[in-house]
């Protein structure tokens, strides 16, 4: 097997190491518009591994790479690159893999599925993992009356030593773009819109008691109502949400600066950052993981429904630390794997189906978790 990986930061890092444990993987090129910072990294000193600067905003230097015959592109670029980077490879006919929200790529799959090709986004942790076990709590009860799915990455409790209980575990701006969002909720057959500036409000809270972690916070992240629309379930459910997990205090400290606009992208004035970017410079240099920290993730799916006749509940966590051993947070690896399984699935052929699929439907669930095992990484 063959991969391209687009992107070595510290995710399409984990990646390339990921695919690298696997003796059916011939060959990985590593590609990023700079490679400076790979130089002297033992884990490009496989010989199976090679690397190549590529700027992804040229169209040809990126069709002239995927023309070399590689089974899949694992895009592990930002937001922006997911769709560019897939027209890409449904004309080339390479599958590609990433870790992003689909909704970008959606309306390819007409054009993927006659190319032969398939794009499996939301291929990481929040989205990933977290569909991935949403999709077998479809599977496991007739019907559904309750879903809530809640995710985090977060520095080790002993860790959380500031105001904010948080450390950087993925990218600052995403983070802050997630509290820029405005979320939406079912709560007792109830819709519920809830404006970005509230998200850490009292009366937006609650919390939940997380397996040798305690108490954990969870303020709602972004609409969960197309969740339950992709999965069908509307007619039975009435309570849905998405979380983010915190430490307890995060609201609390968070809550000024949402109300107040300091998550606005809106420039004050012309040729000033906007209050968002003004946060992000001042925060992101003091919440930096130390180099013997640890951080958590965190996955929770909780659903409630009939199964046989009869009324059940089960939840399920993922949870997962720092290995000191590689150097890989518990961020990295579980969306770092996540992406090289899924690719390598597609490139067996345990993943078949084409066109843009979803880990709701199409993921082997017991081949998964048997290859998340293998990794150290267990649902609970």
């Keep these: 097997m063959k991969f391209l990986v687009l992107g070595c930061g510290m995710q399409g890092r984990a990646v390339i190491y990921d695919l690298l444990q696997s003796s059916d993987v011939k060959s990985v090129l590593a590609t990023d518009v700079d490679l400076s910072g790979v130089e002297g990294d033992p884990l490009f000193q496989d010989d199976r591994c090679s690397q190549q600067v590529c700027d992804a905003t040229d169209e040809a230097a990126l069709r002239a790479i995927m023309k070399e015959g590689f089974d899949v592109v694992v895009d592990m670029l930002p937001v922006p690159f997911a769709r560019p980077v897939a027209e890409v490879a449904i004309a080339e006919g390479v599958?590609?893999?990433?870790?992003?929200?689909?909704k970008d790529?959606?309306?390819?799959?007409?054009?993927?599925?006659?190319?032969?090709v398939t794009l499996f986004p939301e291929?990481?942790?929040?989205?990933?993992?977290?569909?991935?076990?949403?999709?077998?709590?479809?599977?496991?009860?007739?019907?559904?009356?309750?879903?809530?799915?809640?995710?985090?990455?977060?520095?080790?409790?002993?860790?959380?030593?500031?105001?904010?209980?948080?450390?950087?575990?993925?990218?600052?701006?995403?983070?802050?773009?997630?509290?820029?969002?405005?979320?939406?909720?079912?709560?007792?057959?109830?819709?519920?819109?809830?404006?970005?500036?509230?998200?850490?409000?009292?009366?937006?809270?609650?919390?939940?008691?997380?397996?040798?972690?305690?108490?954990?916070?969870?303020?709602?992240?972004?609409?969960?109502?197309r969740f339950v629309e992709q999965m069908g379930i509307g007619d039975s459910c009435h309570t849905a949400g998405r979380y983010t997990l915190r430490w307890p205090g995060h609201a609390t400290a968070m809550r000024p600066f949402s109300n107040l606009g300091f998550l606005s992208t809106e420039p004050?004035?012309?040729?000033?950052?906007?209050?968002?970017?003004?946060l992000r410079e001042v925060l992101e240099p003091k919440l930096q993981l130390g180099a013997q920290e640890r951080d958590v993730i965190v996955i929770r799916v909780e659903a409630a429904g009939m199964r046989g006749g009869e009324e059940e509940r089960v939840i399920q966590h993922v949870i997962d630390y720092r290995d000191r051993e590689t150097g890989f947070t518990a961020m990295n690896r579980t969306v770092g794997y996540t992406a090289s399984i899924m690719?390598?699935?597609?490139?067996?052929?345990?993943?078949?189906?084409?066109?843009?699929?979803?880990?709701?439907?199409?993921?082997?669930?017991?081949k998964f978790m048997e290859e998340l095992s293998h990794r150290g990484i267990t649902v609970e």
């Excluded at 599958?95 to 689909?102: D, I, K, L, T």
């Excluded at 790529?105 to 599925?113: E, F, V």
């Excluded at 390598?344 to 669930?365: C, F, K, N, T």
């Design 123 to 225: 291929s990481g942790l929040d989205p990933g993992i977290d569909l991935i076990l949403c999709g077998e709590m479809l599977r496991y009860f007739d019907e559904i009356y309750e879903l809530n799915s809640y995710g985090g990455g977060l520095p080790e409790l002993s860790a959380a030593d500031n105001l904010l209980k948080y450390k950087i575990t993925w990218t600052y701006e995403g983070v802050l773009k997630s509290y820029s969002d405005d979320a939406r909720i079912l709560k007792e057959g109830e819709i519920i819109d809830i404006p970005c500036e509230t998200l850490f409000d009292e009366e937006n809270i609650h919390y939940v008691d997380v397996p040798s972690l305690g108490a954990m916070e969870a303020t709602p992240n972004r609409d969960a109502l």
């Design 268 to 278: 004050l004035k012309k040729g000033l950052p906007s209050p968002r970017d003004f």
């Design 343 to 366: 690719a390598q699935m597609v490139a067996r052929g345990e993943i078949s189906s084409r066109g843009v699929l979803s880990p709701l439907y199409d993921v082997p669930y017991g």
């Design 95 to 102: 599958h590609m893999v990433n870790a992003n929200y689909g």
């Design 105 to 116: 790529l959606y309306n390819l799959h007409d054009k993927a599925k006659s190319a032969g």
